[in-house]
Each structure stands twice: as structure tokens, then as C-alpha cells.
């Protein structure tokens, strides 16, 4: 099958981000290494005690959470498109001693290359914004959970995504919109040269963005079979999204508001 150069420019920026994230302070991997768990309070308590559960990570990126859940007692597979990000996980899985399994795959292909179903399906963070297709990526989901399993989706919120991540918040004022809730086929394009969430290191490879409503997403879900079973919505997010967010004593970033003005994540879960 010809793959779509769009997904193909992905892999590459992803490649580039993989060597630009591992030496980050974001990504912290020595602290990682020394017995740190990544993942942060929504997702521990929205997919729970995962002791003797098997669970699959879609988009693990070089695994730091998918070997968090390995340490939390899961039989853990992580797959992602990126290569390096990929040969990094394995790496890193058998440095600390663990029995994380890791496989680069696109989220589509994935029944090509894994058997089997899952209690667990877990994604997280800036994922759905690489995937064309939401239908075929809740086909996925659906394909590998087991019946009665849990499905967790933690995600950034589309509603925050439509205003300009330029320019610096000093009141509501400064929330300008830059980009479209609804969802385009087309997506867009981003020039290389600007750095990632992780640091000030610019990535140079370009890259292609599709955006996703709430409904777009829920609708995909569900017509894929899953039921939903939770849905919230949170005013802070895990990285500065926003020049001149706060962050606060609990480690989440804020909008430098009075009081809670935005969602800018959502967690879902759903069974099927």
C-alpha cells in the first residue's frame, strides 16, 4: 500500500522531534531512568490499577509512558510511527529491566502487524491532531479492545485550538482566532524551523495537522461500537500551550485569567 506523503512527512518530523525530546528538560529521561512514573493525575486515575492488565499505547512516541504503565504492573505494548522513537523505546526498556513490548506501526496499519485484544486501550496528548481518518482510528480502538475493557483517551481540547498559540495572553482580549473548530479532510500544513512543546530546539522537518470537533470524535467512537462511559472536560493543561500561562504549584499550566475561562483538555472513556 502507497503511503499518504502526508503521514510519510509525519514520520520524519516525529524522527527529528525523537532526537530533540530524549536530551529535553520536558522529557526529563534521566529522571525517567531513576525510577520516575510520566504519567500525571488524570490518567492514572481515570485508567486505574493496571497490576496484571494488558495494555496497548496508540502513539507512544519513545515510550516513557507506556514503560510508566510497565512499572505500574501492566503487560504493556506501545506502538508508534516514528522509527527512532521506536528503536529508543526498546532501548530504554531493556536498559531499566522491563518487559515492555514496542512496535512502529501507523495506527491504521496496526492490524497488519499485532494480534490479540487488549483490557487496555490508552492514547494521550496531542495524538488525534496526526490522524486523518478518526473513523478507521476508533475502527483500531474498537478492533483491539476486549469486550468489557477500558478505552482512555486523554486529549487536548479542540475548542482552545482554534485561538493563535503566538501570541502572548495578557487578558481575554488576546485569545484571537487563528484556526477552525470544525473538522477540514484537507488538514494544514506547518513549516519546519519552530520548535516543539518540549524545548527551544527548532525542528526542521514540516509537518501536517488535521483538527477534530468533540463531535467528529464522539461519533466515531461510537459508531465504532464503544459505549461511552465518562467524559470530562479541565480548565489546565501539562505544557505551556499559550505564551503567558501560569503554571501552578500542582504542576499544570493556567490561563493568566481570573477564574476558569477555557477547557483546554478533555479525558474520556468508553467500553465496548
Not at 513490548?101 to 496528548?125: C, H, K
Not at 496531542?126 to 486529549?155: S, T
Not at 482554534?162 to 479532510?185: A, C, K, M
Not at 506547518?190 to 501536517?208: K, L, M, R, W
Amino acid at each position: 500500500m502507497t503511503e499518504d506523503p502526508r503521514i510519510g512527512l509525519n514520520r520524519a518530523n516525529w524522527n527529528e522531534r525523537t532526537r530533540v525530546h530524549v536530551v529535553s528538560d520536558f522529557y526529563d529521561v534521566a529522571g525517567f531512568k531513576a525510577g520516575r512514573i510520566t504519567l500525571n493525575r488524570f490518567e492514572r486515575a481515570g485508567v486505574g490499577d493496571v497490576r496484571g492488565k494488558s495494555l496497548l499505547h496508540l502513539q507512544c512516541h519513545f515510550g516513557l509512558d507506556t514503560l510508566s504503565w510497565a512499572r505500574l504492573g501492566a503487560q504493556a505494548t506501545g506502538i508508534d510511527i516514528s522509527d527512532d522513537a521506536i528503536r529508543l523505546a526498546r532501548d530504554l526498556n531493556d536498559e531499566i529491566g522491563l518487559d515492555a513490548r514496542f512496535i512502529r506501526s501507523d495506527v491504521y496499519d496496526l492490524p497488519r502487524v499485532l494480534d490479540g485484544e487488549f483490557d487496555i486501550v490508552y492514547t494521550a496528548m496531542g495524538v488525534l491532531a496526526w490522524l486523518p481518518d478518526l473513523v478507521g482510528w476508533a475502527e483500531v480502538v474498537a478492533r483491539y479492545l476486549k469486550p468489557g475493557g477500558l478505552f482512555y483517551l486523554l486529549e487536548i481540547h479542540p475548542a482552545c485550538q482554534v485561538f493563535d498559540d503566538e501570541t502572548t495572553l495578557n487578558s481575554r482580549h488576546d485569545l484571537r482566532v487563528r484556526y477552525g473548530y470544525f473538522p477540514d479532510p484537507q488538514g494544514m500544513s506547518f513549516p519546519g524551523g519552530v520548535p516543539s512543546y518540549a524545548g527551544d530546539e527548532p525542528i526542521e522537518s514540516a509537518c501536517h495537522e488535521w483538527q477534530h470537533s468533540i463531535a467528529e470524535i464522539l461519533t466515531a467512537l461510537l459508531n465504532a461500537g464503544l459505549r461511552l462511559t465518562s467524559f470530562a472536560e479541565h480548565p489546565a493543561t501539562l505544557y505551556k500551550q499559550f505564551p503567558g500561562m501560569v503554571q501552578g504549584d500542582d504542576g499544570l499550566w493556567r490561563l493568566p485569567f481570573d477564574g476558569d475561562f477555557l477547557p483546554l483538555v478533555f479525558e474520556l472513556t468508553a467500553t465496548r
